[in-house]
């Protein structure tokens, strides 16, 4: 009898303790919430792209990074935090028709420049919002898309019929 007594006080020692224990982790894995840092994305040149005016044939010069991977493509300027006035992306497609972009991700407000195999500007998307992911159709073909930072096309005087030339 007085066997069973103490096997009962362990078991019910053991049982408290183990509560404890167990609460005790449950609530301080709360507290160590760890936080992750994104990496920075930082601009790489990869080529200088012109753009030519055709109203009084000035030119504006930029240093351009490529997308012309899939994976470039689809992440295009997602996540950076902030892009310089005389940097852009430039997305080269294989084929030429109607593109839509939209900004998922994308912190940095852009005018985007669509322009077609004969590298001609053929439709602008001024000033769109971050993180908006609404269609942001060419309503043209296009073969090729510049994204530069917002309001620059206004501030350049970008006119459809514009071109561009880069290496």
């Known amino acids: ?33 760890k936080v992750i840092k994104q990496t920075e994305i930082v601009f790489k040149k990869e080529g200088e792209l012109t753009i ?6 000035t030119e504006i ?20 935090e902030s892009m310089d006035k005389n940097q852009a992306m430039l997305f080269v497609f294989e084929d030429e028709s109607e593109r839509y972009f ?4 994308t912190k940095i407000p852009l005018d985007i ?5 004969n590298k001609t500007i053929v ?15 060419s309503n043209a073909p296009a073969k090729y898309v510049l994204e530069v930072n917002a309001g620059l096309a206004d501030t350049w005087g970008l006119a459809i019929g514009d071109s561009i030339s880069y290496q």
């Open 113 to 117: 420049l669509y322009i077609n195999a």
């Open 52 to 57: 030519h005016k055709v109203s009084d044939s």
């Open 1 to 33: 009898m007085w066997l069973n007594k103490i096997n009962f006080r362990i078991f019910y020692t053991f049982l408290f303790l183990g509560s404890c224990f167990l609460i005790t982790n449950l609530f301080s894995c709360k507290e160590d919430k």
């Open 61 to 80: 010069k930029l240093d351009i990074e490529i997308a012309d991977t899939e994976f470039d493509e689809q992440t295009g300027l997602m996540y950076r």
């Open 123 to 137: 439709s602008f998307q001024k000033n769109t919002k971050p993180f908006d992911e609404s269609s942001l159709p």
């Open 102 to 105: 939209y900004m998922k991700n």
